[in-house]
């Protein structure tokens, strides 16, 4: 009996001794590859061309955080009245948006989203409480413009600004030649307050800020829109006067005359060229006006310059007109004509040089 307990007895101490000793072996090589195994330098140098994986949670968007992001903002011109009753183009800053010309009339709205944005000395002209309610192109160039109830309640000596205002603002955009109004639903022919004519539409043939003199012969003579600048604090910003000037073959040359006269004795307008100017020929060419005038365009004695006010004058004048699109101004005498700031003007300058055209 003795022998038949001890033999089980010691096959399981054996097994027993068996299990701890290869599991101290097992943690014994495991310690040993903890020890062999360097630790990561901190101080190593990483590759800057290397791309290396992104932080967890990340992925696909970090990529799109390294894209430009698109502005919130974009700067439009929209047409305002200025503190002496006239209708100018100003530039502001508006919230990004894919409905241009809708924007750019709820931006006319008194008492509207532009009430923190007007400059000082400016108001907004659209009555208040107006809504636009659509807006829709046709394939001429028309723009059909449904405004709300709202719209009616304005003074009768205003109706010529709102209807200029309106017109400029939208006409700026490339594919709008002219526009026509609607009230709630309903085709206007006359404007409802003053009784203004618009079955036709109107565009800017028809004129801003239109001055007619007490002499002028209107059977023998041409509406023309010329630019004067005007001055409010310390900056100054351009006037648009539709007035009327000799018919003749040389449109190009009886605009910048116009100009060269100087605006109305009297206005808030001011004359931005030097008396004794002259324009010496004017030609356009595939969209280009070249003008030359005499040596008294130029102001300043070290280095005679076109002045920025001049510049602005001649190219938002003149391409006004249907066939010009930039002009190019020449100098008796001066090889190069610089610019204010000391540039020589070398290219031909256009309107989107000055405000950057869109399209709706």
Request: net charge negative.
């Amino acid at each position: 009996m003795k022998k038949y307990w001890v033999k089980p007895f010691v096959f399981a101490l054996f097994i027993f001794l068996a299990m701890v000793l290869s599991g101290c072996l097992f943690e014994g090589e495991q310690a040993l590859e903890k020890m062999d195994t360097p630790h990561e330098d901190v101080t190593t140098e990483v590759d800057p061309n290397k791309d290396e994986p992104a932080p967890e949670g990340e992925g696909e968007s970090s990529g799109d955080s390294e894209q430009p992001k698109e502005s919130s903002t974009v700067q439009r011109e929209i047409y305002l009245m200025d503190r002496h009753g006239m209708i100018v183009p100003r530039t502001i800053e508006l919230p990004a948006s894919a409905e241009v010309a809708k924007q750019s009339l709820e931006y006319m709205v008194k008492d509207g989203p532009v009430t923190e944005l007007l400059p000082n000395g400016f108001q907004a002209v659209l009555p208040a409480g107006t809504q636009i309610l659509g807006l829709n192109p046709e394939a001429d160039g028309t723009l059909v413009v449904d405004v709300s109830q709202e719209f009616k309640n304005y003074d009768a000596k205003d109706e010529q600004k709102i209807l200029q205002a309106m017109t400029y603002t939208l006409t700026q955009f490339d594919n709008v030649k002219r526009i026509k109004l609607w009230i709630n639903g309903h085709e206007q022919d006359v404007m409802p307050v003053g009784g203004t004519p618009i079955t036709n539409g109107v565009s800017r043939s028809d004129g801003i800020n239109i001055h007619v003199g007490d002499h002028t012969d209107v059977i023998n003579s041409q509406a023309v829109t010329v630019y004067f600048p005007s001055q409010n604090g310390k900056e100054v910003y351009h006037v648009p006067v539709t007035t009327r000037v000799k018919k003749g073959e040389d449109v190009y040359s009886t605009v910048v005359q116009a100009l060269l006269n100087g605006p109305e004795i009297g206005s808030a307008l001011l004359h931005p060229f030097n008396e004794g100017a002259e324009v010496l020929d004017a030609n356009v060419q595939n969209g280009i006006l070249s003008l030359s005038f005499n040596e008294a365009l130029l102001t300043g004695q070290d280095l005679p310059s076109l002045s920025d006010a001049a510049l602005s004058s001649l190219v938002m004048s003149l391409t006004e007109l249907e066939d010009v699109d930039s002009i190019e101004v020449k100098v008796d005498g001066s090889e190069l004509v610089m610019s204010e700031s000391g540039e020589p003007i070398v290219e031909p300058v256009s309107r989107g040089d000055l405000t950057p055209a869109e399209s709706m």
